[in-house]
């Protein structure tokens, strides 16, 4: 079991930058491959970005490639992403996700594939 809390959303302009954070439990937090989704009012969950269990290997939606960067740090069992240049579509709530995996260097770009959810922390990019 992990439970996954998210932090770090908010309010801000466009052009400017946050940084979510998702802390989460258990001593296994290694044996997942982590993503971050987001979903809009009265749209479907959309995946943003993935990394692997060992972080070596990451994958960024085209929507947010070069603007978000998503890291993890295994000895403290969080994962982050680096949100730079924000737009008013990037308003959403954003979700981190764990898939339980025995590859250390896969990533998921669906959400089937997850096993366990955030909360959510929400995300307003104001033009």
């Known amino acids: 079991q992990v439970q996954l809390v998210e932090s770090g959303g908010g309010l801000v302009q466009a052009g400017g930058s946050l940084r979510l954070s998702c802390a989460a439990s258990g001593r296994t937090f290694s044996s997942y491959a982590m993503g971050w989704f987001r979903q809009a009012p009265g749209n479907e969950r959309e995946f943003v970005a993935a990394i692997s269990r060992s972080g070596g290997n990451t994958f960024h939606a085209d929507s947010v490639k070069g603007r978000f960067t998503i890291s993890r740090d295994n000895a403290k069992n969080t994962v982050a992403l680096q949100m730079n240049s924000l737009k008013p579509e990037d308003t959403a709530i954003y979700y981190c996700?764990?898939?339980?995996?025995?590859?250390?260097?896969?990533?998921?770009?669906?959400?089937?594939?997850?096993?366990?959810w955030g909360q959510g922390t929400q995300v307003t990019v104001s033009s």
């Open positions: 996700a764990a898939a339980r995996t025995p590859d250390g260097s896969r990533w998921f770009s669906g959400a089937i594939t997850y096993d366990y």
